[in-house]
T-cell receptor, first 111, second 108 residues
Framework: NAGVMQNPRHLVRRRGQEARLRCSPMKGHSHVYWYRQLPEEGLKFMVY????????ESGMPKERFSAEFPKEGPSILRIQQVVRGDSAAYFC?????????FGPGTRLTVT | GIQVEQSPPDLILQEGANSTLRCNFSDSVNNLQWFHQNPWGQLINLFY???GTKQNGRLSATTVATERYSLLYISSSQTTDSGVYFC??????????FGPGTRLSVLP
């Protein structure tokens, strides 16, 4: 059973561009979570999704950030018009219901 | 919201030493996990332990839910144990909250 997959692993964007981060959950997992980790800090919850539904987006910035988990395909975290402060590691986790399993993360650098 | 504290914030050990890492939380939880973030940034699941005691090789963990703390024991530490150890807790219907982590350095 493959683990949680994220791509790309590293992403460089110029200010103002869009960033798209993908997450494929473990087989059989219907819950997907996105977290952000700033340098030298812990992980902060952003959004919790189930197939075709956003369950909780209380940790997501109100502007420029959006997330989806379509019926088919990976979950996508989208950041529009990126700024330098968006530079961070973005982790996705999936869960069958309780225990969460994390992907390797996407390191976004905004230049 | 729930507060999560971890101690010590930093720990330096000689290879072969034992250590205990602590996680305190401010309210009752229905989920607690320990993770190791290695120097390459990957998060590795160590334990899912909302209560009780579990062991996996040189690592073991105990959560005393009624007293709102969890302990992670590392015995006979190795240089590959270096990294940051996070505990994360979840209350029913709420989101996972991570502690600030304990940064462990194991010296050869």
């Amino acid at each position: 059973n493959a683990g949680v997959m994220q791509n790309p692993r590293h992403l460089v964007r110029r200010r103002g561009q869009e960033a798209r981060l993908r997450c494929s959950p473990m087989k059989g997992h219907s819950h997907v979570y996105w977290y952000r980790q700033l340098p030298e800090e812990g992980l902060k919850f952003m959004v919790y999704l189930q197939k075709e539904n956003i369950i909780d987006e209380s940790g997501m910035p109100k502007e420029r950030f959006s997330a989806e988990f379509p019926k088919e395909g990976p979950s996508i975290l989208r950041i529009q018009q990126v700024v330098r402060g968006d530079s961070a590691a973005y982790f996705c986790a999936s869960s069958p219901g309780a225990e969460q399993y994390f992907g390797p993360g996407t390191r976004l650098t905004v230049t | 919201g729930i507060q999560v504290e971890q101690s010590p914030p930093d720990l330096i050990l000689q290879e072969g030493a034992n250590s205990t890492l602590r996680c305190n939380f401010s309210d009752s939880v229905n989920n607690l996990q320990w993770f190791h973030q290695n120097p390459w940034g990957q998060l590795i699941n160590l334990f899912y332990i909302p209560s009780g005691t579990k062991q996996n090789g040189r690592l073991s963990a105990t959560t005393v839910a009624t007293e709102r703390y969890s302990l992670l024991y590392i015995s006979s530490s190795q240089t590959t144990d270096s990294g940051v150890y996070f505990c994360a807790v979840e209350q029913y219907g709420q989101n996972f909250v991570f502690g600030p982590g304990t940064r462990l350095s194991v010296l050869p």
